[in-house]
């Protein structure tokens, strides 16, 4: 599975969705957040082609929402896998070992920090807590956490979402 910018796959559905969303909320005063959360909530990240269509449909420049989508951490500029990994980096798990988790899975699926694998299957995400400390090293996949990990158990854990 190798990293690479996903092709944008928006569907016409999509689109009209959107679309009735921007014409309901653009002329209310503060509509580009609240736009862009169900614009996210439509296609599942915010891609330049939706950010486009918003520009288009608000009048507002594409500069701007480029900007807020960059600045706020709700909002994802890469698809999220059916799976999305996070990586607890924090302290505790970093010192047991964590980076080597982290390090492990990158190679196994070929993405880096907020990539997603060419299948949509997998997203790769590190954190800096999970409330798990004394599971350290630990990682989440969708809800299931995962502790005290090693490396050799990360094949037999991956097999489990295929």
Known sequence: MKSQTLPFTGTPEQAAELQKVIAELKDQPGALMPIMQKAQGIY?????????????????????IYGVSTFYAQFNLQPKGKYRISV???????????????????????????????????????????????????????????GRLTVDQLDDILAKYN
């Open 44 to 64: 599942g990240y915010l891609p330049i082609e939706v950010q486009k269509m918003i520009a288009d449909g608000t009048g507002i420049p594409i500069e701007k």
């Open 88 to 146: 607890c980096l924090g302290t505790a798990c970093y010192v047991k070992g964590g980076d080597k988790i982290w390090d492990a899975l990158r190679k196994k699926l070929g993405i880096g920090e907020g990539e997603c694998t060419s299948d949509r299957k997998f997203s790769l995400d590190s954190c800096r807590c999970i409330g798990a400390c004394g599971m350290a090293p630990v990682m989440m996949i969708n809800d299931d956490v995962y």
